[in-house]
């Protein structure tokens, strides 16, 4: 039982709720690694360290005579394809060199089911992501690999923004709508993260996916959507992909603030994002789907 924790990206959507949960379990040492000070509105048994995780002095500093990492730190959702690498890639680099002099016993990868998608041509965020894997492996250290399928729940924002192409006059789908998705709930994702810390060392060099219990096609998933926002009807618009995926590249770069989406994030319409099964899930109580999208509709 590692008796020191430290969360990198505390101050993120999952990173804040297991920092919560790590401490509020009370039998480890708890620091969280944030951004920007403030960030993550922590309660006093919570050790706050403020860093980039691109600073190898900083992280040290933090690091020193901590037992286990769990690294969420991540640059998700628009951004410009220079911060994926540079923060995904390029930061866990840094974080393993650091974690190695520190003397970190372990280090959970929280990574991402598009690390695994069949076709990452435009997108940059599982790219980074890929590559940081790669990174994680070859560090010599013992690390568990995580990856978590799409988060759903309370304030999730990858909801946030298909919920926006769900309530619009009409469903746009980019391709045929068949490509499968397994959300899973974010207070599934904090339990299993909270566990693995623990079991890291038991854990190391396994590559575990994170799924719900529910397998839909991202079509059903807009559908529900719109269903629980109380839309009207249901026209849906098939758009053929890969031209969407043209047009939205050409646009990032002057107009990347205004997009709904980015060319990279059509990969979710195109590539199944579903969980290899692992024994490490079998059994864990994981919340069914509707459940999870009724949370982020009654927020």
Known sequence: MPTSILVTGAGGYVGRRLVRALAAAADARVTA?????????????????CADV??????GRALSGQDVVVHLAAVTGKARRSEYFRVNTDGTATLVAAAASAGVGSIVFV????????DLTRYRYGQSKREAEGIVRSSGLPCTIVRPTMIVGHGAPVLAGLAKLACAPFVPVFGDGTARVQPVAVGDVVSA???LARAVTALAGEEIDLGGPDVVTIEELLMRLRRLMGGKGSRVVHL???????ALGLLERPLLALLPLTAGQLATFTNDGVAAEHPYMSGRRRTPLDVALAEFTSG
């Open 33 to 49: 690694l944030v951004h920007r000070a403030g960030a993550g509105g922590f309660d006093s048994s919570v050790r706050v360290a």
């Open 54 to 59: 691109t600073d190898h002095d900083a992280l």
């Open 111 to 118: 990574s991402s089911i598009a690390a695994r998608f069949a």
């Open 193 to 195: 993260l909270s566990d």
């Open 240 to 246: 053929p992909a890969q031209p969407a995926a043209w």
